[in-house]
């Protein structure tokens, strides 16, 4: 299935409608290569938490999860062009209103896009090892232009064992490395693999997006969250993205990389339905 931008572009129109205050909906968009089943045991430890917490009996929190295009589920969902616009404006439609929007690595670069825009179902943001621009240049700290060369190379060659590299790499430095690759390939093997397209276009806009000017019409509660032992999202960038939004607040793991929610599951989990309470309080 294609998508024209045209077409899509009417999404950014959608108006809010009313909700129950107490009722808030917590979204979850995955990164570059994965599916929707990374969220698999953040969202069942987060019911737990909630639970435990007793907070259901005060606010009404439902969880649910938005594919990038050509990936899972949306395998022959493809947006023409394949660019950060059009993916925006492909997942915009699927936002609930008063969201609070998860998005890891590229799907936290499509997150800050729509908050930047002022989607009207947006309430708050929550960025998972994720910033406004990946790639590294003379004044920006990121991934090195080799490296995303090297994985476009090697995506036409392999793109299953490129898939399976770049997971090795967001669990550098873990202890456990091992055990929580095993543990996500499994969750996400439940889902279609990705269109080989997707992938090559995703690579791209991590080559080439910067929205770093954007992040000063983010006007909605943000927190972002690092593994300090990232190599994707360099710990020398959590200053500069700070500086580019003063009113965001930010925690690092210092055990994790670029997946702290599986690293630091039951604390992510903490401060993630901390955040929901606070969003709720302060809107």
Known sequence: MTLTSNNLAKSMEIKSTEIKSTEINVGFMHGWGMNSGAFTQLIDTL?????????????????YTISLPGHGEKHDLMPEPF??????????????????????????????????KRHPNLRGLMTVASTPKFQMSDDWYGIKPDVLA?????????????????????????????????????????????NIRALSCGLKILQN???????????????????????????????????LQPESRHLIFKHASHAP????????????????CDVHTLT
């Open 261 to 276: 929610f599986l690293t630091d599951a039951a604390e992510f989990s903490k401060h993630v339905i901390d955040f929901v």
């Open 209 to 243: 997006a910067d929205i770093r000017q954007n992040l000063k019409d983010i006007k909605i509660p943000t927190l972002r969250t690092y593994g300090r032992l990232d190599s994707l999202v360099p710990y020398n960038a959590v200053n500069e993205i700070h500086h």
């Open 150 to 194: 090297m994985f476009m190379s090697q995506l036409e060659q392999n793109h299953h064992k490129t898939l399976t590299r770049f997971l090795a790499i967001q669990m550098m430095g873990v202890a456990n490395a091992k055990t929580l690759i095993k543990e996500i390939t499994s969750a996400i093997d439940i889902y279609p693999a990705p």
């Open 47 to 63: 019911k737990v938490q909630l639970n435990e917490r007793s907070l259901n009996d005060k606010l009404c929190v439902n969880f």
């Open 83 to 116: 660019d950060l616009h059009s993916v925006a404006n492909a997942m915009s439609v699927e936002l609930k209103t008063n969201t609070i929007l998860v998005g890891w690595s590229l799907g936290g670069l499509v997150a800050q896009y729509l908050a930047s």
